[in-house]
């Protein structure tokens, strides 16, 4: 199987990219187009997405570009998908912005179907109007990529049609990561490969997210894992287990890039890093405040583990995060080693 290797990039990420990180990548995903009146708006992209485009397929002319739309806290999806018309302009106005632009493919971070979680529109009929979404996307993309990006929890499963969605995209990205967010008090990794060595039988693992989403109906070499190029942050941590499991007085903000990780935290201003086996990840703890993370030595487990599984490949959000290359190229070597 020929494995992808698949970067998220708003535009910052874009501009960023050099001539070896874009040789590494076998997709970058454009985030994010939105919906606006039923219809892709391609604001946040109109200003520099061609001329970038152009900049990065001469470093690589392989590489495949493909849409995102959506993302967290982004509606207008449950609203248009509710009629066969809404669908059918919607789909249109995708085929539109995938020629004008030669994208390769649409992918679609609907967060999330049947949800009131984001603070946008919903309703119990998402489940199915999500399949037929799906479907007429793949009719206007024809031979082009149709993906999702997909929850990693059992509330996406139940939501949605996977065994129908499976069949009519290339592949399902599993966001496997904010495994522990901002709704979680509970202090522990966010995007490991395993259960903690104090989660005893734990979901919030990417390998219970890969089986949930098998056993739902989506074949292991159409999966796609997530990494994390970011932190998550928990304050007020009681001091034991090193924090691990511990239901701290904050729920898991937002912790930094793997830049801001660098310069402030690892093995910094008190925080000490350490080393889960049991999950296969590391995290940063000074006494009061962890930090769950991904790093050079965490990441290569989680590529082993899709070999293994025979799983399609792997991505990550987001490529500005990183300037030092360190965790792409940490995926990269034991990806095609």
Excluded at 28 to 47: H, T
Aim: proline fraction near 3%.
């Amino acid at each position: 199987m020929e494995h992808i290797l698949l970067g998220y990039a708003v535009p910052r990420g874009l501009k960023m990219m050099t001539e070896k990180d874009a040789n590494m990548l076998t997709h970058v995903n454009l985030a994010f187009g939105l919906i606006r009146n039923g219809l892709l708006s391609m604001e946040q992209w109109e200003d520099c997405l061609k001329e970038e485009m152009a900049r990065v397929k001469k470093l690589n002319p392989k590489l495949k570009f493909v849409l995102s739309i959506g993302g967290w806290g982004a509606g207008g999806f449950s609203n248009m998908a509710m009629t066969e018309k809404g669908r059918r302009d919607f789909a249109e106005s995708v085929g539109k912005a995938l020629d004008e632009y030669e994208l390769d493919g649409v992918d679609i971070d609907w967060e999330y179907p049947c949800s009131p979680l984001a603070e946008i529109d919903y309703d119990p009929r998402d489940k199915e109007n999500f399949t037929h979404l799906m479907s007429e996307l793949r009719r206007v993309a024809g031979d082009r990529i149709v993906s999702i990006a997909a929850g990693g929890g059992d509330y996406f499963v139940r939501d949605t049609e996977m065994d129908k969605v499976g069949q009519i995209c290339d592949y399902v990205q599993l966001m496997t990561y904010d495994l522990r967010s901002g709704f979680d008090p509970e202090a522990c990794h966010h995007a490991s490969l395993y259960a903690g060595e104090y989660d005893e039988g734990g979901v919030k693992n990417t390998h219970a997210v890969v089986e949930m989403f098998h056993d739902a109906g989506v074949p292991y070499e159409k999966l796609v894992i997530g990494a994390a190029f970011y932190a998550r942050r928990w304050d007020g941590v009681p001091n034991k287990q090193n924090g691990l499991m511990q239901i701290a007085k904050t729920n898991g903000l937002g912790g930094g890039h793997y830049d801001v990780l660098l310069e402030k935290f690892i093995n910094k201003d008190g925080f000490t890093r350490y080393w889960d086996d049991k999950a296969k990840a590391c995290y940063l703890f000074n006494g009061e405040t962890l930090l769950s993370y991904e790093d050079p030595e965490a990441l290569p487990y989680k590529v082993q583990y899709l070999k293994e599984k025979g799983l399609l490949g792997i991505m990550y959000w987001e490529h500005s995060c990183d300037s030092t290359l360190a965790l792409l190229s940490s995926i990269y070597n034991e990806l095609y080693k």
